[in-house]
C-alpha cells in the first residue's frame, strides 16, 4: 500500500515557477515508477511526466518538455515536479501517481495509486 499527498501548489504569475511535491508512504516507494497528471477543468486528464523507480529516466509529455523537470529522492520517499515559464494553459490540479510498470501509461488508467491533487493556477 503507498499514500500519496501532494503539496506545493498555488497561484504564480505567467512565465513564473513553482515546484509541486509528493509525499509518499510505505516501505515500497523504490519499487513504483512515479508520475504527475493533471486534468484542467472541464477537460481529461492528461500525462505530464514520469520518472523510473530507480530516479534514472525520465521523460516528458510534449507540452511541458523542456520547462519541467521530474526528479525523486527515494531516502526521503518524496517525488517533485519542477515547472518554469509557467503558462495560463496549465492551470490545473495536479496529481501525483505510482506505477508498478514504467513507463506510465498516457491515460493513467495504469496507475496503482493516485494523490489527492492539489491546484495550481496561472495568471497571465
Known amino acids: 500500500q503507498v499514500q500519496l499527498v501532494e503539496s506545493g501548489g498555488g497561484l504564480v504569475l505567467a512565465g513564473g515557477s513553482l515546484r509541486v511535491s509528493c509525499a509518499a508512504s510505505?516501505?515500497?516507494?523504490?519499487?513504483?515508477?512515479m508520475g504527475w497528471f493533471r486534468q484542467a477543468t472541464g477537460k481529461e486528464r492528461e500525462f505530464v511526466a514520469a520518472?523510473?523507480?530507480?530516479?534514472?529516466?525520465?521523460y516528458y509529455s510534449d507540452s511541458v518538455k523542456g520547462r519541467f523537470t521530474i526528479s525523486r529522492d527515494n531516502a526521503k520517499n518524496m517525488v517533485y515536479l519542477q515547472m518554469n515559464n509557467l503558462q495560463p494553459g496549465d492551470t490545473a490540479v495536479y496529481y501525483c501517481?505510482?506505477?508498478?510498470?514504467?513507463?506510465?501509461?498516457?491515460?493513467?488508467?495504469?496507475?496503482?495509486?493516485w494523490g489527492q491533487g492539489t491546484q495550481v493556477t496561472v495568471s497571465s
Open positions: 501517481a505510482a506505477d508498478r510498470a514504467y513507463p506510465l501509461g498516457a491515460s493513467g488508467s495504469g496507475v496503482d495509486y
Open positions: 510505505g516501505r515500497t516507494f523504490n519499487r513504483y515508477a
Open positions: 520518472v523510473d523507480s530507480r530516479g534514472t529516466m525520465t
